[in-house]
């Protein structure tokens, strides 16, 4: 029988997990001491640094693998209510380890640059209180844990249909994500430089300077 761990390790299989880990010389993807330092306030708990790392996890993956740990993962298993939705919502970072008997799972969502909306959030609260419960006690020995990360605070989210877990005094659970400054976007755009969704030429969204013609 495998643990909670080692089931999420078993279905973690996104190409992109693998080619920034070869990359970066970080197959293992270990998170950095400095990273982890700045979790441990967020969550108030200390991450060890063998923790398990996986990017863009399938919220379904988190569902079965809970379900699987410790059972006969050659059994069918019941989807009623519907868990297992066969969609590709995610978690941007997902980390898992265990403290004594408790396996803790980080959930965290990232935006760099656009906000989150409400119906975004939503969505993703609903689906992590069916897997989790409203107080995150629906599993026994599985604590789940979430955070936002973003440049600047998240505002006007209504978390009053939020899970209790995913909030702190109904509040967002937010720590900061630096970028760079002075990062640009393309803009589709008509000959005047307005934005269009059908216009033939594109601008820099910061510089506003026109280019050529789209193809």
């Known amino acids: 029988m495998q643990s909670l761990i080692e089931q ?7 190409e992109r997990f693998f ?10 993807f270990r998170l950095a001491q400095s990273f982890r330092a ?19 996890y399938h919220l379904d993956w988190i569902h079965v693998a809970i379900l699987l740990a410790g059972n006969d993962a050659d059994s069918v298993h019941s989807n009623d209510p519907i868990v297992v939705t066969g969609t ?25 640059e656009t906000g989150w909306t409400n119906k975004q959030t939503l969505s993703k609260s609903r689906r992590l209180r069916q897997i989790f419960g409203a107080n995150g006690l629906q599993h026994s020995n599985v604590a789940p844990h979430f955070a936002l990360m973003s440049p600047r605070p ?44 059908t216009g033939r030429f594109s601008r820099d969204s910061r510089a506003r300077k026109l280019s050529a013609n789209w193809r």
């Open 8 to 14: 999420l390790e078993s279905f973690n299989r996104k």
């Open 19 to 28: 080619l920034v880990g070869a990359a970066l010389g970080n197959p293992s």
């Open 38 to 56: 700045t979790l441990g306030p967020v969550f108030g708990i200390d991450v060890p640094d063998n923790a398990f790392v996986a990017m863009d």
């Open 88 to 112: 590709q919502e995610d978690v941007d970072l997902l980390v898992a380890f265990k403290q004594g008997t408790i396996t803790h799972l980080l959930l965290l969502e990232a935006k760099a």
């Open 154 to 197: 998240p505002k006007r989210l209504d978390t009053s249909e939020w899970p209790n877990w995913m909030t702190r005094g109904g509040e967002p659970i937010w720590f900061k994500l630096s970028v760079p400054p002075g990062l640009r976007r393309v803009t589709r755009c008509d000959s005047n430089g307005m934005q269009s969704s």
